[in-house]
């Protein structure tokens, strides 16, 4: 049975309503996604500490290491009272580079980037 005038004049703009609303959902739901891939993969969290840097202060002498973990050898030293730069986070880890040794130290690894644990950093509000 052949559709009658009416019916064809509202096949089309309900049909590109359809297509719209489809196209409309998918975005949405790719936007959304896409947010929450990076706010939980710390990219975010990475991006920003790029524009405003944290700063803290060494509470007592630490190492640095090349990991979030003790399981490998220091890469360098914090002295008590240094200021260093939080580049990132990772649970109660800081990926840090040192701005200034609290005091002057001899030998040992001398690298100026590295991981710290947070309870031997005081975090200073900017």
């Known amino acids: 049975m052949p559709l009658s005038r ?3 004049r509202w096949k089309g703009p309900i049909r ?3 297509i719209f609303l489809l196209f409309a959902v998918i975005f949405t739901g790719a ?3 896409t947010a ?3 706010r939980n993969s710390g990219i975010i969290e990475s991006v920003r500490n790029r524009f405003s840097p944290k ?3 060494a509470n007592t002498d630490v190492y640095l290491r090349p990991e979030p973990n003790t399981n490998n050898d220091p890469v360098g030293l914090v002295t008590k009272n240094s200021r260093v730069r939080i580049v990132a986070t990772q649970d109660n880890w800081y990926q840090v580079d040192i701005v200034e040794q609290g005091r002057q130290r001899a030998g040992g690894p001398n690298s100026t980037h590295g991981w710290l644990y947070g309870k031997y950093v ?3 509000e900017n």
């Open 6 to 8: 009416k019916e064809r």
């Open 16 to 18: 590109r309503f359809a």
């Open 31 to 33: 936007l959304y996604g």
């Open 36 to 38: 929450v891939y990076f």
């Open 55 to 57: 700063i803290a202060v």
């Open 122 to 124: 005081d975090i200073q």
